[in-house]
């Protein structure tokens, strides 16, 4: 990991710098249209913004119509009855926790889609189920986001990062990571807020740069 993102090596030594191509649209999109929320979650649980950023953008896809927020509404697995049947297989975008996994972070067995799809509920989950994980994956971003695909941090011989996950999971969320990093380079005024520790964005001080 590097204050800009996340940095790999292959087995023929040469280093790729995780990002996706161009500028970070998508990023720039989450954040101006959940401004508010992403910031106070990010205080309140005390996780990283970057890390809210990527699971948003791995979760949900880039925001791709113009510069419209988009987000998918609900996922439903192979095995999906109804929301009181099967809550662990049904997920609501943004974050797209498991209406399972929503109920037992936020301890309250009430809660149903209709507040799941409240962004600010959705981002908040999300966040204290990366919390309730700081222990294992340390707020490294390929660690979390190998938590949040999988259950569990698992290894595995299937991917470049040696982790089970699903599909390319994982490096989407790499890829994600660095333009969040990036656009935290762009807006200044959240280095406050994502300074300081493993998986967080290096403050100007850190880095170097003015301000």
């Known amino acids: 990991m590097t204050p800009d993102g996340i940095v790999s090596r292959g087995a023929d030594g040469v280093e790729?710098?995780?990002r996706t191509r161009g500028v970070p649209r998508t990023m720039r999109v989450y954040l101006a249209g959940w401004s508010d929320e992403l910031r106070s979650i990010?205080?309140?649980?005390?996780?990283p913004i970057a890390l809210l950023l990527m699971t948003i953008a791995?979760?949900?896809g880039p925001a791709s119509i113009g510069d419209d927020l988009v987000r998918i509404p609900v996922r439903r697995e192979p095995r999906y009855v109804d929301d009181e049947t099967t809550p662990d297989q049904i997920s609501v975008g943004p974050c797209h926790p498991l209406l399972?996994?929503?109920?037992?972070?936020m301890g309250d067995q009430a809660i149903d889609r209709g507040w799941l799809q409240v962004p600010a509920n959705n981002i908040r989950v999300a966040a204290?189920?990366?919390r309730g994980r700081a222990t294992v994956h340390?707020?490294?971003?390929?660690l979390v986001a190998a938590s949040y695909?999988?259950?569990?941090?698992?290894k595995s011989g299937a991917n470049r990062w040696h982790l089970r996950s699903y599909g390319n999971h994982l490096d989407r969320a790499a890829a994600w990571y660095g333009d969040a990093c990036a656009l935290l380079y762009e807006t200044r005024e959240l280095w406050?807020?994502?300074e300081a520790g493993l998986g967080r964005v290096g403050s100007p001080a850190t880095l170097g740069v003015a301000v």
């Not at 399972?100 to 972070?105: F, K, Y």
């Not at 340390?138 to 390929?142: E, K, T």
């Open 128 to 130: 204290r189920y990366i």
């Open 58 to 60: 791995t979760e949900n």
């Open 149 to 154: 695909n999988a259950g569990s941090i698992r």
């Open 100 to 105: 399972a996994t929503a109920r037992e972070v």
């Open 192 to 194: 406050s807020m994502d």
């Open 16 to 18: 790729e710098h995780h």
């Open 42 to 47: 990010s205080r309140d649980e005390a996780v």
């Open 138 to 142: 340390g707020y490294d971003p390929i």
